[in-house]
């Protein structure tokens, strides 16, 4: 069964850090780009951070530029995504997704995904 699984979602004040993991099964990581992806109530989902199969290439929303890194370590098929300066409006439930075949660009801004994991909330309040 080819799935996605994320995890390291929470609860953090403002200006704190987390780092969203994203497991793979079922499914060769290394062909696959992978991104990121956020929805907060009443907004439409948005790429946030994608990575090329090889580790790369990357792009992020202008909105997470200099505060959010993303990473992939493909022997242990997890893709990263670490989080830091966080402020309220990252409040959302961020997603992890997989692409064959895409540019890193594509994928993230025309939010192109083949596989989608369940979610996990991520809070940013004092």
């Known amino acids: 069964q080819l799935q996605v699984v994320e995890s390291g979602g929470g609860l953090v004040q403002p200006g704190g850090s987390l780092r969203l993991s994203c497991a793979a099964s079922g499914f060769t990581l290394d062909y696959y780009a992978i991104g990121w992806f956020r929805q907060a109530p009443g907004k439409e989902r948005e790429g946030v951070a994608c990575?090329?199969?090889?580790?790369?290439?990357?792009n992020y929303a202008d909105s997470v530029k200099g505060r959010f890194t993303i990473s992939r370590d493909n022997a242990k098929k997890t893709v990263y995504l670490q989080m830091n300066s966080l402020k309220p409006e990252d409040t959302a439930v961020y997603y992890c997704?997989?692409?064959?075949?895409?540019?890193?660009?594509?994928?993230?801004?025309?939010?192109?995904?083949?596989?989608w994991g369940q979610g996990t909330q991520v809070t940013v309040s004092s």
């Open positions: 997704a997989a692409r064959f075949g895409t540019t890193v660009q594509s994928m993230c801004e025309r939010v192109l995904t083949d596989y």
């Open positions: 990575i090329s199969s090889s580790g790369g290439r990357t």
